[in-house]
């Protein structure tokens, strides 16, 4: 056991045993010498500190001390009730404090209960209850600032999760602050009912069992009991000091002492005012003008000198900045901070910082979190940090979105207006500023606040700035996804699913897989636009074939085939026939004739003449989809597909391109074209 554990087991234990078994006086003085000088450390401590979070065990500490503090009441009571002779501390404290005459004593004694109930206690646990519930209150706050904070890049991963913590132990720990006050409260009560309880024992006992007059009796308890009673009062009122000091301190951060007396004495013109009042009362009133006029110089005096160093620490301030200024000019530019490339950055220009500015109404951080958390249910993976950021290079209402440091997409909008755009079904048409929805490229109108009403009524879809600024960065997101998809990604991703499949990933990785090409099947999937939120089902699909094929390209099509489930509900509704283009089957075998095999991969060695023709024939049979309304999906046989798909990828950007088996059996296809060369 360690020994500052072993110290407090002993102090908890000392105060048990103080309750049962009669203590010598000696040693109930040492044990009141002691329950002092810890007061006073609690008191010092609270005033010093620099957080309040530095002294998160103080409701701990309260209970600790206040049972102790019982503890050694009840032995002072049973020595002043059996023996009459408490010891040399407690019959100090009531000779001394009193002056050996009990109604003296009595009233400090009374004084200092009334300061302690109804100034001290009451004030603490007042201010301890409303610090707890606006501690709490504020959580929700504090938290969205430190999300705002790492979207923009203000903060890393590391502190935002540093902040959470401590905001989560300031909320216990005000919690707990407005239940320990109850201690102190309660302490104080005991300590006054254990007094009564003393006067009145002491004088049945002193005039029963000892022959004393009740005069005599009640002197001679009453100035015991008082004296007991102050040497338990006095510590505790110290620690009800020290716990209203410590939920009412504002400065977290700063030396307690330093800033109360700058922001007392710190002021020169406050000084002023004052010494030149107290002086004028000392001459024109019968106050005694010694006093009074030397106070009063000094307020003079010190206000003088503050005026002075505050000159001085202002010229010497601005030399300090003038210098440090000249060190980074002199300074040889650190390159390094520059070298890191952020994965995803939204810029723009100057117009549109209200928007993402939270003190002006702007929402556009809140709904890039929902971005990141929308990406996760949707795909199942971590969307990277996404830094936003001004630039005054930019046109005012301009913005763009960067992968990886390399301008992937731009768009515009107006600020104070809203985005029109025709479902297909509208008739009549509305005034506006003709545009292009950024995201798809579709026609829109840019329409101001008072026609939106009318808009909507038409059956315009009706859009506002933030949301065509996040719809069109989901859209970048999602397109890129599988690029972003790092092997740090795939660590994590790996480690989350070992903590409840451990036997599954002992057996893939490393031993069957690297985390390389778990991440090439991966983005393979994300790359198409499928979820790779069933990883259970991706890596026990890999388990199951790695052992005979390592090649990635292959992996994943075993695993679109396991998750034919989520392919088939995505791209095919239940009870509906979908419409589809098929691939000639003469085509799969001119596709699968021209596949060569290396130890890089395979690859396509199809002749280009043929390869125009089934382009062309593509566009021809996707054309007859798009103008029924239908997305482009074209169905292949299993071993076709994804030589089908890569044959097509750099023609057709959007095109889904399924096999056989990635279809449930339940399915209505109707086939409404044919591929052919």
Same mark, same amino acid.
């Given at each position: 056991m360690k020994k500052a554990d072993l110290g407090v087991a002993l102090y908890l234990l000392a105060a048990v045993i103080f309750f049962i078994v009669p203590i010598p006086s000696i040693l109930l003085d040492v044990m009141l010498a002691?329950?002092?000088?810890?007061?006073?450390?609690?008191?010092?401590?609270?005033l010093f500190v620099q957080e309040v979070l530095d002294m998160s065990f103080f409701p701990t500490l309260l209970l600790f001390t206040t049972i102790f503090r019982i503890s050694l009441n009840v032995s002072s009571t049973r020595l002043i009730l059996t023996t009459g002779e408490p010891g040399a501390v407690v019959e100090t404290f009531g000779g001394f404090?009193?002056?050996?005459?009990?109604?003296?004593?009595?009233?400090?004694?009374?004084?200092?209960?009334?300061i302690q109930f109804i100034v001290i206690n009451k004030g603490s646990e007042r201010v301890s209850e409303v610090t707890a519930r606006f501690t709490l209150d504020a959580m929700p706050g504090k938290q969205m600032a430190i999300d705002a904070d790492l979207n923009t890049g203000a903060i890393t991963e590391k502190e935002a999760r540093q902040r959470r913590e401590k905001i989560q132990q300031e909320s216990s720990f005000f919690g707990s602050m407005d239940g320990a006050t109850k201690y102190v409260k309660g302490d104080a009560t005991a300590g006054?009912?254990?007094?009564?309880?003393?006067?009145?024992?002491?004088?049945?006992?002193?005039?029963?069992?000892?022959?004393?007059?009740?005069?005599?009796?009640l002197a001679r308890y009453g100035v015991l009991t008082i004296g007991d009673g102050l040497v338990s009062q006095i510590p505790s009122l110290l620690i009800s000091l020290a716990t209203g000091i410590l939920v009412t301190k504002a400065s977290k951060e700063a030396d307690f002492g330093t800033v109360l007396v700058s922001q007392l004495f710190g002021i020169p013109k406050v000084l002023y005012i004052v010494g030149a009042t107290?002086?004028?009362?000392?001459?024109?009133?019968?106050?005694?003008?010694?006093?009074?006029? @030397?106070?009063?110089?000094? =307020?003079?005096?010190?206000?003088?000198? %503050?005026?002075?160093?505050?000159?001085?620490? /202002?010229?010497?301030?601005?030399?300090t900045e003038e210098e440090t200024a000249a060190e980074e000019i002199r300074r040889p530019e650190n390159v390094t901070s520059l070298l890191q490339v952020d994965p995803i950055e939204l810029e723009f220009g100057y117009g549109i910082i209200p928007l993402a500015d939270v003190n002006q109404g702007g929402d556009l951080l809140d709904r890039v979190v929902m971005i990141r958390r929308q990406v996760a249910l949707e795909l199942g993976t971590v969307v990277p940090i996404i830094r936003l950021r001004d630039n005054i290079q930019l046109n005012p209402n301009q913005y763009i979105i960067k992968i990886k440091g390399v301008k992937e997409a731009e768009g515009e909008i107006l600020f104070d207006h809203y985005m029109a755009?025709?479902?297909?079904?509208?008739?009549?048409?509305?005034?506006?500023?003709? @545009?292009?929805?950024?995201? =798809?490229?579709?026609?829109?109108?840019? %329409?101001?606040?008072?026609?939106?009403?009318? /808009?909507?009524?038409?059956?315009?879809?009706?859009?506002?700035?933030?949301?065509i600024i996040a719809t069109h960065l989901t859209e970048v997101i999602r397109q890129n996804l599988a690029e972003l998809l790092t092997r740090q990604d795939v660590s994590n991703l790996i480690g989350n699913m070992k903590e409840n499949n451990s036997a599954l990933i002992e057996e893939l990785t490393p031993k069957l897989l690297g985390i390389g090409e778990i991440q090439k099947v991966l983005q393979n999937l994300l790359g198409e636009g499928i979820s790779i939120r069933d990883l259970l089902t991706i890596f026990e699909t890999l388990a199951d074939h790695a052992s005979t094929t390592r090649d990635t390209d292959v992996l994943t099509e075993y695993v679109r085939q396991s998750l034919k489930r989520a392919i088939s509900s995505k791209y095919f509704p239940a009870n509906e026939t979908t419409s589809v283009v098929t691939l000639d089957p003469k085509v799969e075998q001119e596709i699968m004739g021209s596949v060569k095999q290396t130890e890089q991969g395979a690859y396509l060695t199809l002749d280009p003449d043929k390869t125009k023709a089934i382009m062309a024939s593509v566009e021809t049979e996707?054309?007859?989809?798009?103008?029924?309304?239908?997305?482009?999906?074209?169905i292949t046989s299993p071993i076709v597909r994804m030589?089908?798909?890569?044959?097509?990828?750099?023609?057709?950007?959007?095109?889904?391109?399924?096999?056989?088996?990635?279809?449930?059996?339940?399915?209505?296809?109707?086939?409404?074209?044919?591929?052919t060369e």
């Amino acid at each position: 056991m360690k020994k500052a554990d072993l110290g407090v087991a002993l102090y908890l234990l000392a105060a048990v045993i103080f309750f049962i078994v009669p203590i010598p006086s000696i040693l109930l003085d040492v044990m009141l010498a002691i329950n002092i000088s810890i007061a006073m450390i609690v008191l010092f401590n609270a005033l010093f500190v620099q957080e309040v979070l530095d002294m998160s065990f103080f409701p701990t500490l309260l209970l600790f001390t206040t049972i102790f503090r019982i503890s050694l009441n009840v032995s002072s009571t049973r020595l002043i009730l059996t023996t009459g002779e408490p010891g040399a501390v407690v019959e100090t404290f009531g000779g001394f404090v009193g002056g050996g005459d009990l109604v003296i004593g009595a009233i400090v004694f009374i004084v200092l209960i009334l300061i302690q109930f109804i100034v001290i206690n009451k004030g603490s646990e007042r201010v301890s209850e409303v610090t707890a519930r606006f501690t709490l209150d504020a959580m929700p706050g504090k938290q969205m600032a430190i999300d705002a904070d790492l979207n923009t890049g203000a903060i890393t991963e590391k502190e935002a999760r540093q902040r959470r913590e401590k905001i989560q132990q300031e909320s216990s720990f005000f919690g707990s602050m407005d239940g320990a006050t109850k201690y102190v409260k309660g302490d104080a009560t005991a300590g006054l009912i254990i007094t009564l309880i003393n006067v009145i024992g002491g004088t049945i006992t002193g005039y029963m069992n000892q022959g004393l007059e009740i005069g005599e009796a009640l002197a001679r308890y009453g100035v015991l009991t008082i004296g007991d009673g102050l040497v338990s009062q006095i510590p505790s009122l110290l620690i009800s000091l020290a716990t209203g000091i410590l939920v009412t301190k504002a400065s977290k951060e700063a030396d307690f002492g330093t800033v109360l007396v700058s922001q007392l004495f710190g002021i020169p013109k406050v000084l002023y005012i004052v010494g030149a009042t107290v002086s004028f009362l000392g001459i024109v009133t019968p106050l005694p003008w010694y006093i009074f006029l @030397t106070l009063g110089a000094i =307020f003079l005096v010190t206000g003088r000198m %503050i005026a002075n160093n505050a000159g001085i620490a /202002a010229i010497e301030e601005e030399a300090t900045e003038e210098e440090t200024a000249a060190e980074e000019i002199r300074r040889p530019e650190n390159v390094t901070s520059l070298l890191q490339v952020d994965p995803i950055e939204l810029e723009f220009g100057y117009g549109i910082i209200p928007l993402a500015d939270v003190n002006q109404g702007g929402d556009l951080l809140d709904r890039v979190v929902m971005i990141r958390r929308q990406v996760a249910l949707e795909l199942g993976t971590v969307v990277p940090i996404i830094r936003l950021r001004d630039n005054i290079q930019l046109n005012p209402n301009q913005y763009i979105i960067k992968i990886k440091g390399v301008k992937e997409a731009e768009g515009e909008i107006l600020f104070d207006h809203y985005m029109a755009m025709n479902p297909g079904y509208v008739e009549e048409e509305i005034t506006g500023i003709p @545009t292009f929805e950024p995201s =798809f490229h579709l026609p829109a109108i840019w %329409i101001t606040e008072g026609q939106r009403e009318r /808009a909507e009524s038409l059956g315009y879809t009706v859009v506002d700035p933030p949301s065509i600024i996040a719809t069109h960065l989901t859209e970048v997101i999602r397109q890129n996804l599988a690029e972003l998809l790092t092997r740090q990604d795939v660590s994590n991703l790996i480690g989350n699913m070992k903590e409840n499949n451990s036997a599954l990933i002992e057996e893939l990785t490393p031993k069957l897989l690297g985390i390389g090409e778990i991440q090439k099947v991966l983005q393979n999937l994300l790359g198409e636009g499928i979820s790779i939120r069933d990883l259970l089902t991706i890596f026990e699909t890999l388990a199951d074939h790695a052992s005979t094929t390592r090649d990635t390209d292959v992996l994943t099509e075993y695993v679109r085939q396991s998750l034919k489930r989520a392919i088939s509900s995505k791209y095919f509704p239940a009870n509906e026939t979908t419409s589809v283009v098929t691939l000639d089957p003469k085509v799969e075998q001119e596709i699968m004739g021209s596949v060569k095999q290396t130890e890089q991969g395979a690859y396509l060695t199809l002749d280009p003449d043929k390869t125009k023709a089934i382009m062309a024939s593509v566009e021809t049979e996707v054309a007859k989809l798009e103008n029924i309304g239908k997305s482009p999906i074209i169905i292949t046989s299993p071993i076709v597909r994804m030589y089908f798909k890569k044959l097509t990828e750099d023609y057709f950007k959007d095109l889904i391109v399924v096999s056989y088996n990635e279809v449930e059996s339940n399915v209505e296809l109707q086939s409404v074209g044919m591929v052919t060369e």
